[in-house]
């Protein structure tokens, strides 16, 4: 930047909650419905119109396994209730043995679907409006405002103008710990690779669909670019961190390129029977920028006890491995008052990072960042009761140890 202004601002007070949510994807919606299903005042604050981030603005829309792939439920809570939100009223490919929400089956088919990602949109209104909390669209968070290491106030930007509110705990579940960061925090960033998913149309897919009574076949994901470990990735883009505006223009533009060559390959093919019904509304970067947490789980910590576990996933690549979260992968010694969910949760390594980035295991660590937020009193997060935080996850139906 080549020059400077200083602006000072008088902001208005626009409210008070026990808890606010930043970023309204996966976690901050299981963060949300934790703390309000408590009976604490929560804000949810979303600088989209629509609630689940990657998962339904983004177009991903795969929710990857609850259970080991050995056949056990590694997590149940709000990723299982999610999970089951997102084929309600909509297409699934759900293996028959996890119908019935079994804790364990006989065999290793998978706990995972597909779904529609805007009939998950609309379930996910009803399900943050029912427990309790507030939802604010359209908003964007501009700043923590800090009291030495405790936010005090958040400030966000909406039609209404510049103004802020008053918080007694934060969860930063804006995918790329944009809370932390302003809040000074130590945060590591990450690298990504090109993507660009979403969802087309064929005329011949429309006709297998009619034949098959099986809307799948019309309703088809494309998923251009690069997988999580670079295959796919065209010569001339190079690993991109997306913490910076010019990082996140050539990511979204760059991803645009490759949907018209498919779009153009499409209709070379056969003219005139191809057509997009959805491009992706956020960048779809996989690791942005994490937390440097209390601990940073390390992908060699797989099957390791931890007193503080907060809950248990699966490896989605592998069947047999399976991690206790830490309470410490949320929370930062930087800020005392402030949790992390989700994508920005604290990885010792990017293996590890792999398994805590994905769908459930968001839900999950929004759930435990939720609930955690609703016991905060004052002092420091790192204070939390632990076995009482433990009890309240298991009663929601979270598995604490494997
Ligand atoms: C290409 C790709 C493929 C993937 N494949 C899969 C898959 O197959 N299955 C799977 O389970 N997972 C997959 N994932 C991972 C998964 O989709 C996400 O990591 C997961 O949904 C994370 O959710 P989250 O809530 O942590 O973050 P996000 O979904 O990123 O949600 C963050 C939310 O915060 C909001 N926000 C951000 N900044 C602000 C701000 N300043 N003010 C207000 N709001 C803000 C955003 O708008 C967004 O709604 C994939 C990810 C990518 C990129």
Redesign the pocket.
Known sequence: MSSYITVTEKLPVAGRYDVIV????????AAAMASARQGKSTLL????VM?????T??Y?V???PLCDGNGVKMTGGIAEELLWLSIKDSYNTLPDEWRSRPDKITGNVRYQTLFNGPSLTIQLDKAVKDSGADILFD????KAVMEGDVCTHII?ENKDGRLCYECGCVVD????A?VFHSAGARTTTGK?FL?Y?GYYTTLQGIDEAAKSRDITQAVKMF?L?SD?NGAGQPEDVPLITGDTAADINYFILRGRQEAEKFQLQAEQAAPGSFAYTGLPG?P???TVRMINGAYALKYSDSGKYFEDSVGCCGD?RYSGISFELPFRTLYSPDVKNMLA????ISNGDNEAWEVT????V?ALS?EAAGMAASMYENGSIADTDISKLQEKLSAAGLKIHL
């Open positions: 930043v970023g309204g994807g996966i976690a901050g919606v604050i979303e600088k989209s609630l689940g981030g990657l998962a603005l983004g991903i795969i929710y990857l908003t964007l968070f501009c966000v579940a804006t995918g790329d944009g990504n993507s998913w998923t670019g999580c956020m779809q970067f996989r989605w969910a989700g994508r920005n980035r994905v769908i459930p968001a929004g």
